[in-house]
């Protein structure tokens, strides 16, 4: 399985510090990415292909 990145989200510099100020020790905040909103963004494309080589078959 090949390996992926989350693009970068800009942020205002306000934010960002905010946001950091109240990380642990090591947290980043690419930890704070809510993983259902990555599933189901990656359950729609799955859908998708699916469909369209359902399509392509026929």
Do not use: N, W, Y
């Amino acid at each position: 399985m090949k390996t992926a990145t989350i693009p970068s989200l800009r942020v205002e510099p306000e934010f960002r510090a905010e946001v950091e100020a109240v990380l642990g020790e090591g947290e980043t905040l690419s930890e704070f990415v809510d993983a259902d909103v990555v599933f189901e963004a990656l359950q729609r494309k799955l859908d998708a292909a699916r469909a369209k080589q359902a399509k392509t078959r026929r």
